[in-house]
């Protein structure tokens, strides 16, 4: 028998406030002295990491799916061992388990198993007395389980805390706190729940203040109270092994922001084993560690950090190498990924010859999978249980590592294991142990000679560097066509009223009538460049998402505001085409161009309405439509709900140093970006410009130049194909996209001719320049001097 003060905290339903309240239980308790042991119900690797920081003792999962009904005592008394007070976090409502099963894995399940009294957490933003009866049904429904208190959350006042607390009272069940909101100590989401605390810089003060908040709430004596009123455990606890060996082979576990998802326990098998585990950082180190005779990769957000995965190229060299070679190598879900050729087109390790995508759809639930053959894991015919939680698909391999209802799923070899399935190894230790015996037989393969890391792409970098003196300029996407004299008198006029501050009503009311709309939807801006800017600085933007390849203004801005972008790259085996379901369902926030700068392509209107939906912005930059005959996938004409379009005349008007351009789309989200707007942004010249290029005469004049650009860029995309240089996609702008040897740019400025580089934009390389169209004549020159240095 044991004796270990514990309690559970449930609630009603997911989105009460469950981790809130546990992590900063843990953390005030632990300030009052107490040494605390946090568990998490269920499989969730992102809890335990809170909990972890504010035990100070590694976060454990008790799961009956994952471990069977035996162990979850036993890895409880294990995980707790040394603390004098254990809190244990539940997973969704009370009696909420696994489907079918008549509430099994649930949180009530496991407090019973524990024999723990359970403290019930209950958001009363939307009710008050009503709470009482929620309470009463969930304390009567199963008389097994002992709900020993309440604590209340989200209270809107003093006076609405009281009303609940009053209704409470008949039921016997006391309340033991009141939390009132604050919207401060949440934690960020994410599309898989929460961000996790490795990954959060201020994770730690926010926990100091939330743990602040939850003594001066909550009754802190009568939380211990109730913890040391459970029953003594009748439970011996789990032991990873004896082992005794400090000098084993080596076993390399990814960790870092990248891969956070790991149960506590694996470390404790493979050490027990006689392994020697070492933590390897894939965003920072690059090369395993030394010795490495085994190598694990977690769970968690390698498509969120995929860039800076991708350009660590010396690790993963050093990662291919050494699993061709045959290193023992197990790869759950973000280990799936990180070994694939690429992540939504950012190059990965390359180890498996598939692709993983971000899908709108998450792939949730608890599993039991079969080994389909014999793998470095298990035997074939071995049943193990687990769970899937995951955005991106990838197609399994001939072998794969499960079935999973029947379904394959992953690849498996006899060294190497990857899945979407996560295990947990005290409930299977077989295969920890099939893994070890194979570590132990495996060579160390030292690091190839050192790469340098792959560049991230200078955001900041645009094509006016490129077009130094003395060259011919295809890198900047201006036109070099003669100004209209009507233009360019409407600028000279401007300076007549350089004397009064700008005021560009008039030429809001100009572009308004250009394009149907009210002056509320229309927002004129110094540049594209200011209206990505505001765009950033317009909401608290929880997932941003920028499609790229494509202009870099929008991302570079949303970082400057401190947001952390999510990119989709689209791929040129696709044609550069959006896929509208690649884009993440929690996105709030969607930029795209169209048509794309640098890829030229011109993107359906239904396409880009289609990702429109309640709660989310989406921005079509087209600075570039008006080069494109008869603008037939503008969406700035019509009015979509959530949609707005940003609008340059810097291109086709040759005024790059007049800064003008403008927002037209949704009035709502229109005066978001407004508010942010400095006073007087949009110059007297520039607002003259607005309102010269929203005359009829310059939609005319417009069309013909529209018609001049396609008739180049054909001739263009003509001579580049006769010169065997590939072009991407179906071009639409005034700008074509080729894959070219990597010294061709270079070469080219040597004969004289400045073109844009691609690798500065997210998702293209090196091997990848932009070429803008000029006229007939100038495009000769270029393929004769493109000729010269073949």
């Not at 454990?60 to 995980?79: C, E, I, S, W």
């Not at 099963?101 to 403290?119: I, K, N, R, Y």
């Not at 979407?420 to 132990?440: C, E, I, K, N």
Request: glycine share 10%; proline share 8%; hydrophobic share 45%.
């Amino acid at each position: 028998m044991v004796a270990i003060p514990r309690l559970v905290i449930a609630a009603p339903a997911s989105g009460h406030g469950k981790t809130t309240v546990a992590t900063g239980l843990m953390a005030a308790l632990r300030a009052a002295g107490h040494v605390v042991s946090g568990h998490k119900i269920g499989p969730d690797y992102i809890d335990p990491g809170y909990h972890a920081l504010a035990t100070g003792r590694p976060g454990r999962n008790l799961d009956p799916h994952l471990v069977g009904t035996d162990l979850v005592a036993p890895l409880f008394v294990h995980g707790a061992a040394g603390a004098d007070l254990a809190i244990v976090e539940g997973v969704m409502g009370l009696y909420d388990g696994m489907l079918g099963t008549d509430g099994f894995a649930s949180t009530a399940h496991v407090a019973e198993l524990l024999q723990a009294p359970v403290v019930l957490v209950v958001d009363i933003s939307h009710a008050s007395r009503s709470i009482a009866a929620v309470v009463h049904g969930m304390a009567s429904y199963d008389r097994g389980v002992r709900i020993a208190g309440v604590i209340l959350n989200q209270a809107g006042s003093q006076r609405h805390s009281d009303e609940v607390t009053a209704a409470l009272e008949p039921t016997g069940i006391p309340v033991l706190g009141v939390l009132h909101r604050d919207d401060g100590i949440s934690a960020p989401s994410r599309h898989l729940g929460l961000v996790p605390a490795q990954e959060r810089g201020e994770a730690a003060g926010q926990l100091d203040r939330l743990a602040d908040r939850i003594a001066a709430h909550v009754d802190l004596a009568e939380i211990v109270r109730i913890a040391r009123s459970a029953p003594d455990l009748n439970a011996d606890p789990w032991s990873p092994g004896d082992g005794t060996e400090k000098d084993g082979p080596v076993v390399a576990i990814a960790g870092g922001r990248a891969f956070t998802f790991r149960y506590t326990e694996t470390e404790e098998i493979l050490r027990a084993a006689g392994c020697r585990t070492v933590a390897f950082d894939p965003l920072r180190d690059e090369q395993l560690p030394e010795g490495t005779a085994g190598i694990y990769l977690g769970g968690g957000f390698p498509e969120v950090h995929a860039a800076d995965l991708s350009a660590n190229t010396p690790l993963r060299e050093h990662l291919r190498r050494a699993i061709t070679a045959g290193v023992p190598t197990v790869a759950e879900c973000a280990g799936l990924l990180y070994l694939c050729r690429d992540v939504d087109g950012a190059d990965m390790v390359g180890a498996l010859d598939a692709s993983a995508r971000m899908t709108p759809r998450l792939t949730l639930g608890y599993r039991t999978a079969i080994a389909p053959a014999d793998s470095l894991l298990a035997v074939a015919g071995t049943r193990v249980t687990g769970h899937e939680f995951h955005r991106t698909a990838v197609e399994p391999g001939t072998e794969p590592g499960w079935l999973l209802n029947g379904r394959p799923d992953g690849f498996a070899t006899a060294t190497l294991h990857a899945s979407y399935l996560h295990t947990h190894w005290a409930g299977h230790p077989s295969m920890a142990q099939r893994f070890v015996d194979a570590v132990r037989g495996a060579t160390p393969v030292p690091a190839p000679p050192r790469r340098p890391r792959t560049k991230a792409p200078d955001l900041h970098h645009h094509g006016d560097r490129e077009a130094t003196p003395g060259l011919v300029d295809l890198a900047v996407n201006v036109s070099r066509r003669q100004r209209p004299v009507w233009l360019d008198d409407a600028l000279r006029a401007s300076l007549d009223d350089l004397s009064r501050y700008p005021d560009p009503s008039a030429a809001r009311a100009a572009l308004a009538t250009r394009h149907g709309r009210t002056a509320d939807e229309v927002l004129p801006t110094a540049g594209g460049a200011e209206a990505f800017t505001l765009i950033a600085r317009a909401r608290p933007w929880r997932n941003p998402v920028v499609v790229h390849p494509q202009f870099t203004e929008p991302e570079a801005a949303l970082i400057a505001a401190g947001h952390t972008v999510h990119r989709v790259l689209l791929r040129p085996e696709d044609g550069f085409v959006l896929d509208p379901a690649r884009v993440p369902d929690d996105a709030d926030l969607v930029v795209v161009g169209n048509p794309t700068n640098p890829t030229s392509v011109l993107h359906p209107a239904g396409s880009l309405r289609s990702l429109v939906r309640p709660g989310r912005v989406v921005v079509v930059d087209e600075a570039f439509m008006d080069a494109v005959p008869g603008e037939p996938e503008t969406l700035a004409d019509a009015f979509v709900p959530g949609l707005i379009v940003v609008r340059s005349l810097t291109k086709t008007w040759a005024i790059p140093g007049v800064r003008a351009g403008y927002v037209v789309g949704d009035a709502t989200v229109i005066a978001d970006l407004a508010v942010h707007q400095p006073p007087w942004s949009v110059s007297t010249p520039a607002a003259a410009a607005m309102i010269a290029c929203a005359s009829a005469q310059a939609t005319t004049e417009s069309e013909v130049i529209a018609a001049e650009i396609a008739s180049h860029r054909e001739f263009l995309v003509d001579q580049l194909c006769a010169l065997g240089v590939p072009v991407a996609g179906d071009p639409a702008g005034p700008f074509v996209l080729a894959r070219v040897p990597q010294d061709t740019r270079e070469k080219l400025r040597a004969s004289g001719f400045a073109v844009r580089r691609g690798d500065t934009f997210p998702g293209l390389g090196e091997d990848w320049i932009r070429i803008a169209v000029r006229d007939p004549q100038t495009i000769g020159a270029l393929v004769d001097a493109w000729r010269s240095i073949r």
